[in-house]
C-alpha cells in the first residue's frame, strides 16, 4: 500500500475514533443505554486497531524512531493520557463529575495529538500562542 492511501485511511480512522469518543462519552455522562451496550464497547477496539496499525506503518514507512523524533515521543506520550482518561470518563460507578472532568480532558489530550501531528512540534497547542 502506498503512503498516501495509507494516511488517508489512517486519517478516516482518527475521524472515526474521535466521533466515536465524544458520542460515547456524551452518552455515557447522560447514562443513556446504548452507550453500555456491546457494539459501543467493541467497535472502538475495531476503530483504534486500525489506528495503530496504520500509525506503526506510517512510522515504519518514514523510518521514523520515536526516540529520534520528539514530536512522534509527544504524540505517543499523549495518546497514553488519552487512553488513561478515556478509560475513566467512560468507567461507570465514578462519579458523574468525575467522569465529565475525565473526558474534558480527553478530548484535550486528542486536540494535542492533532496539533502535534499537523506541526510537528511536540509542543502542539501550546506552540500556536
Not at 496499525?53 to 512522534?72: G, H, V, Y
Request: proline letters at 5%; one cysteine or more; aromatic letters at 6%.
Amino acid at each position: 500500500m502506498d503512503y498516501a492511501a495509507l494516511k488517508l485511511i489512517h486519517q478516516g480512522a482518527v475521524a472515526i475514533s474521535i466521533t466515536g469518543f465524544f458520542a460515547r462519552g456524551a452518552g455515557a455522562l447522560a447514562d443513556a443505554g446504548w452507550a453500555r451496550s456491546r457494539t459501543a464497547r467493541t467497535l472502538p477496539h475495531v476503530v483504534d486497531t486500525v489506528l495503530l496499525a496504520t500509525a506503526i506503518a506510517l512510522a515504519w514507512m518514514l523510518r521514523l524512531n520515536p526516540l529520534d523524533t520528539p514530536w512522534l515521543a509527544a504524540k505517543i506520550v499523549g495518546l497514553l493520557a488519552y487512553i488513561s482518561l478515556g478509560m475513566v470518563a467512560l468507567k461507570p460507578g465514578r462519579p458523574v463529575a468525575v467522569r465529565a472532568a475525565a473526558w474534558i480532558a480527553a478530548l484535550l489530550c486528542f486536540a494535542q495529538i492533532v496539533a502535534t501531528a499537523i506541526s510537528k512540534n511536540p509542543l502542539g497547542l501550546l506552540a500556536l500562542g
